[in-house]
């Protein structure tokens, strides 16, 4: 069993920055491919970033490329998403999950926890 709580959304300008946390219970963190999605209002979750184990490997959504960045910290059992250039598009809630995979993918699917997820805003 893996428990996440994600931290660090509010409400931020266009062209602001936030970085969302996501703490995981257990001693397996490093066991789990971790990733972010989102779920913009009115609309389906969505694949945002994922993380291998390791760190060694990284793949992002093409609307996220070049502004947000995903890195763990398996000895604080910590998944982080920095995003920059914030764009009022990238307003949703957004959710950690794990996925006790090798490699990273983009289908909800694969994640077998979730976290309870973080509200961003950005204003335009």
């Known amino acids: 069993q893996v428990q996440l709580v994600e931290s660090g959304g509010g409400l931020v300008q266009a062209g602001g920055s936030l970085r969302l946390s996501c703490a995981a219970s257990g001693r397996t963190f490093s066991s789990y491919a971790m990733g972010w999605f989102r779920q913009p209002p009115g609309r389906e979750r969505e694949f945002v970033a994922a993380i291998m184990r390791s760190g060694g490997s990284t793949n992002y959504a093409d609307s996220v490329k070049g502004r947000f960045t995903i890195s763990r910290d398996n000895a604080k059992n910590t998944v982080y998403l920095q995003m920059n250039s914030l764009k009022p598009e990238d307003t949703a809630v957004y959710y950690c999950?794990?996925?006790?995979?090798?490699?990273?993918?983009?289908?909800?699917?694969?994640?077998?926890?979730w976290g309870q997820g973080t509200q961003v805003t950005v204003s335009s």
């Open positions: 999950a794990a996925d006790p995979s090798y490699y990273i993918g983009s289908s909800p699917n694969r994640y077998n926890y």
